[in-house]
């Protein structure tokens, strides 16, 4: 089974930054898209970046040109670096990592998700 925990949330006023940080553990044969969503309270989960097992970056149309996701095959991680915070960006941040194991079969594995909180 593959365990996903995510890191580096907290509190930042408007304008700041942050880094998220998710690592991976178990016998991961191959990563494919490794993704950050966040929900917010009375909201729907939502997706906020996706890095594709071949290295392609999705974002969502409110975080563009403020999130960037990385990632770190050797260490099982991926990153979302988040830069010109908004009050809006408050949300409970999680990670979504999918692959394969080296049993050939696939998993679908989230963390626990991290608090991101954004004041005015």
């Known amino acids: 089974q593959v365990q996903v925990v995510e890191s580096g949330g907290g509190f930042v006023q408007a304008g700041g930054s942050l880094r998220l940080s998710c690592v991976s553990s178990?016998?991961?044969?191959?990563?494919?898209?490794m993704g950050w969503y966040r929900q917010a309270p009375g909201k729907q989960r939502e997706s906020v970046a996706v890095i594709t097992g071949n290295g392609n970056t999705k974002y969502a149309d409110a975080v563009k040109g403020r999130f960037t996701t990385t990632r770190d095959i050797a260490k099982k991680t991926v990153y979302l670096q988040m830069n010109g915070l908004e009050p809006e960006d408050t949300a409970v941040y999680y990670c979504?990592?999918?692959?394969?194991?080296?049993?050939?079969?696939?998993?679908?594995?989230w963390g626990q998700g991290t608090q991101v909180t954004v004041s005015s």
């Open positions: 979504n990592v999918r692959g394969m194991y080296y049993g050939l079969e696939d998993f679908d594995s």
């Open positions: 178990g016998s991961i044969f191959r990563f494919s898209d």
